[in-house]
């Protein structure tokens, strides 16, 4: 399964001719919606599961029950691989009562079969350590807090076994500036560094959703149209700017009543209440942070009834006083608004998903096998280039500054386990992602388990995974704002390191 997909990643010519990689003795972590440990993907020949452990983040303590969370932390249930392999004897119902962890959504289950799956998976024998998040909040994703200790937990999980550890992120949000300065943006760069580890984060899917447009304000205002569609029952909108400058937000609605937020005059972190229609609009003016120079201006529909005023509402920036003019909008993600709303101008450049943003992650974007081509769902994101200073500016040589996403890999109609058994096919950049972390675990075992490289990690496994990858047709130069370096290809990262 996953053949033609693994052929072009230049997978098999790793794992079935030599050097036979297996991921062996590497650690593949997943933090995502939990796993279906009873699949055969998930167990060795002998029967007994490859998973060293589950931390289930949605379950309560019950120390009666003996049901306790990692050393060190206050919530969730730690299930050992003794645990899983007692529950794997009982059979599927006894079993799930002694150790209840649920895929509901099959999402986990799918990533872990991509990256690590026995008879599917790219690195077939690698351990698996599984961490179902905690439930989502109305956004449908996981808590801030939640997801980094999944990733502390996992960073020093492999610190405490002496073995390296590849980390899956197949999720993101659209909430932040992008820029890579929030908390967790900023978390996950320090976690980087931890042990012999690597983050792979998918790019996400807002790559042709509408859902964010960017431009310049320059002496005259700007004008910003969003399409707000039938039953939809509230909608956030975050823009973004510089502090230094400042302007005016005038907002239409469908109906024609209009309202002016005088930015200069409103109170930093207070909100603002406006009603347009049936639709109350909160609107907040955010401050810098002490890791972020940015400032935000949130604004929030919520219907007085119950769905917003749908049509054309439109959102007029006029100067007052502009250093650089530059503003971005975000909505929220395709997944929690329906399919019609959107900009009416939307600009595909910087829609990555938060956290594939952090700098020192492996961001990863998805590719169609079978067209050789971009996946235009595929989040984009951006190649920041200077000149050298050597000559004037017209003639001076481009220096590459920064790049995301690093590379992309298959992520259309890929081949997925799916919970109590059977396969279907999945696409978007959550499927993708596991390709090149189970990718990681290959080199991993190569490198550092095999005693060939013992410092192939971190930034070090990143660039060599650059350096392999491969460009797509049609992509004239890289790097490339959506395919970053290029295709993932494990044969050539090798041989460059060999």
């Not at 790049?403 to 499927?431: C, H, R, W």
């Not at 990681?440 to 392999?468: C, H, P, Q, T």
Request: aromatic letters at 8%; hydrophobic letters at 35%; glycine letters at 10%.
């Amino acid at each position: 399964m996953n053949d033609i997909e693994k052929t072009q990643s230049c997978i098999t010519q790793v794992t079935q001719q030599e050097p036979y990689l297996t991921g062996k003795n590497v650690i593949v972590a997943v933090l995502d919606s939990g796993i279906d440990y009873f699949l055969p993907e998930f167990r060795s020949s002998d029967g007994q599961t490859r998973i060293l452990a589950i931390w289930d983040q949605t379950q309560q303590p019950d120390e009666k029950q003996g049901r306790l969370p990692p050393p060190g932390y206050r919530e969730g249930v730690l299930y050992t691989r003794e645990m899983i392999n007692e529950a794997l004897a009982l059979g599927r119902e006894n079993g799930q009562r002694l150790v209840p962890v649920f895929d509901l959504s099959g999402h986990g289950t799918a990533v872990a079969g991509v990256a690590a799956g026995t008879t599917m998976g790219i690195a077939m024998q690698a351990d698996l350590l599984i961490i179902r998040l905690g439930n989502p909040q109305a956004d449908s994703f996981p808590r801030t807090t939640q997801l980094m200790r999944g990733v502390n937990y996992a960073v020093n999980f492999g610190v405490a076994l002496n073995r390296p550890v590849t980390i899956n992120i197949s999720f993101g949000n659209t909430y932040g500036d992008h820029q890579g300065n929030s908390l967790l943006e900023r978390f996950m760069d320090n976690a980087s560094e931890v042990g012999r580890s690597i983050i792979i984060v998918g790019s996400g899917n807002e790559g042709a959703s509408g859902g964010h447009t960017a431009g310049v304000v320059q002496k005259d205002s700007r004008i910003v149209e969003l399409a707000v569609a039938d039953y939809e029952t509230g909608l956030s909108i975050q823009l973004w700017k510089f502090y230094q400058d400042v302007f005016n937000v005038v907002i239409t609605s469908p109906g024609g009543e209009k309202t002016t937020l005088e930015l200069s005059k409103l109170r930093e972190a207070q909100a603002e209440r406006r009603t347009l229609e049936q639709t109350l609009l909160l609107c907040y003016l955010g401050k810098p942070l002490p890791y972020n120079v940015q400032q935000e201006i949130f604004i929030d529909m919520i219907p007085t009834g119950n769905y917003l005023n749908k049509g054309v509402w439109r959102i007029e920036l006029i100067p007052v006083s502009l250093v650089t003019g530059e503003y971005r909008f975000y909505l929220p993600g395709y997944a929690v608004r329906n399919r019609e709303t959107g900009f009416f101008l939307p600009t595909p450049e910087m829609t990555i998903t938060i956290p594939s943003t952090a700098r020192r992650v492996v961001t990863v974007g998805a590719y169609d096998v079978s067209r050789r081509s971009y996946a235009d769902f595929s989040g984009r994101g951006y190649v920041y280039r200077y000149n050298d200073g050597r000559t004037d500016t017209a003639g001076g040589q481009q220096i590459i500054a920064d790049v995301k996403p690093d590379l992309t890999a298959p992520g259309v109609n890929i081949t997925v386990p799916i919970p109590n058994g059977g396969y279907e096919q999945v696409s978007g950049t959550s499927f993708a992602t596991p390709f090149v972390t189970g990718a990681a675990a290959l080199l991993m075992e190569w490198g550092i388990v095999r005693g060939n490289d013992r410092f192939l990690y971190g930034e070090r496994l990143k660039a060599s995974l650059i350096r392999g990858a491969q460009s797509l047709p049609g992509v004239s130069e890289r790097p490339d704002s959506r395919i970053g370096w290029g295709r993932l290809c494990v044969q050539n990262a090798l041989a460059n390191m060999q």
